[in-house]
């Protein structure tokens, strides 16, 4: 039997969706600042001299890449207050928790575009006198930064689509906005079509921006 299609129902509703967007993009940003200030000192941790921080910084990216991003967040959900008594707000929880979870997929990023630099690099900077941190700092770093801008890019839009487990924890981004509309107005298939097109709106640009900027820059090389 055929289905008869009524988006003009949701009409009424675009403050939903808009505001949805919105706090998605906030917790989006949110996560993805706290992630690069984790990622970065992860990275360079992993690849410490320095055997406890090297085991430490390998754990840590192994465990938190190797569980799912949904338990990660019950858990500093739920069981961080037994364990501490601290009670984390949804909004707080879900900017940590997934801060956590990119920080271990950006240091990544960062480890890949560090080995991307010539070694001799390094050798060059230490002839001058610089410290390894110096060095990274000065002179790899520096370079290694455009190629990882586009799987920067990418990683992000991963991320404004993994924000949807904040549903679980009664956070209002875009899926927690359309599934309390659907109570509503009782048409799932137009909501969640509508959820789908707001967050290829919101999407597409960036994955589009990340594959022109990593033809640009492969032009250069």
Same mark, same amino acid.
């Given at each position: %039997?055929? &289905?008869? $299609?009524?988006? =003009? @129902?949701?009409?009424?509703y $675009?403050?939903?969706?808009v /505001?949805?967007?919105?706090k +998605?993009?906030?917790? +989006?940003? #949110?996560?993805? @600042?706290? #992630?690069?200030?984790i990622?970065?000192?992860?990275?360079?941790?992993? =690849?410490?001299? @320095?055997?406890?921080?090297?085991?430490?910084?390998?754990?840590?990216?192994?465990?938190?890449r190797?569980?799912?991003?949904? @338990?990660?967040?019950v $858990?500093? &959900?739920?069981?961080?207050?037994?364990?501490?008594? *601290?009670?984390?707000s949804?909004?707080?929880? %879900?900017?940590?928790?997934?801060?956590?979870?990119?920080?271990? &997929?950006?240091a990544?990023?960062?480890?890949? #575009?560090i080995?991307?630099?010539?070694?001799?690099?390094?050798?060059?900077?230490?002839?001058? #006198? %610089?410290?390894?941190?110096?060095?990274?700092?000065?002179?790899?770093?520096?370079?290694?930064?455009?190629? %990882?801008?586009?799987?920067?890019v /990418?990683?992000?839009?991963?991320?404004?689509?993994? +924000?949807?487990?904040?549903?679980?924890?009664?956070? /209002? =981004? !875009?899926?927690h906005?359309a599934?309390? !509309?659907?109570?509503?107005?009782?048409?799932?298939? =137009?909501?969640y079509?509508?959820?789908?097109?707001?967050f290829?709106?919101? +999407?597409?640009? *960036?994955?589009?921006?990340?594959?022109? !900027?990593?033809?640009?820059?492969n032009?250069?090389?």
């Amino acid at each position: %039997m055929a &289905y008869n $299609w009524h988006f =003009e @129902v949701l009409v009424p509703y $675009w403050p939903v969706f808009v /505001n949805g967007a919105i706090k +998605t993009l906030q917790l +989006t940003f #949110g996560s993805a @600042v706290l #992630g690069v200030v984790i990622g970065l000192p992860a990275a360079v941790g992993r =690849e410490s001299r @320095v055997a406890p921080v090297r085991y430490v910084m390998t754990a840590y990216i192994e465990f938190i890449r190797g569980t799912p991003a949904l @338990v990660q967040i019950v $858990w500093i &959900y739920y069981c961080l207050p037994i364990l501490t008594g *601290l009670q984390l707000s949804s909004i707080s929880t %879900m900017i940590i928790a997934l801060g956590i979870h990119e920080g271990a &997929y950006v240091a990544e990023i960062f480890r890949a #575009g560090i080995g991307a630099v010539d070694r001799g690099q390094f050798a060059a900077a230490y002839s001058l #006198g %610089m410290s390894r941190m110096r060095a990274l700092r000065r002179i790899i770093l520096p370079q290694a930064v455009q190629k %990882m801008v586009p799987p920067f890019v /990418n990683e992000f839009a991963n991320l404004l689509k993994v +924000t949807t487990l904040g549903s679980v924890i009664a956070v /209002n =981004e !875009l899926q927690h906005s359309a599934t309390g !509309l659907i109570s509503v107005i009782y048409r799932p298939l =137009e909501v969640y079509t509508a959820l789908a097109a707001v967050f290829f709106v919101i +999407t597409y640009p *960036l994955i589009f921006l990340a594959g022109r !900027l990593e033809r640009r820059l492969n032009s250069r090389t």
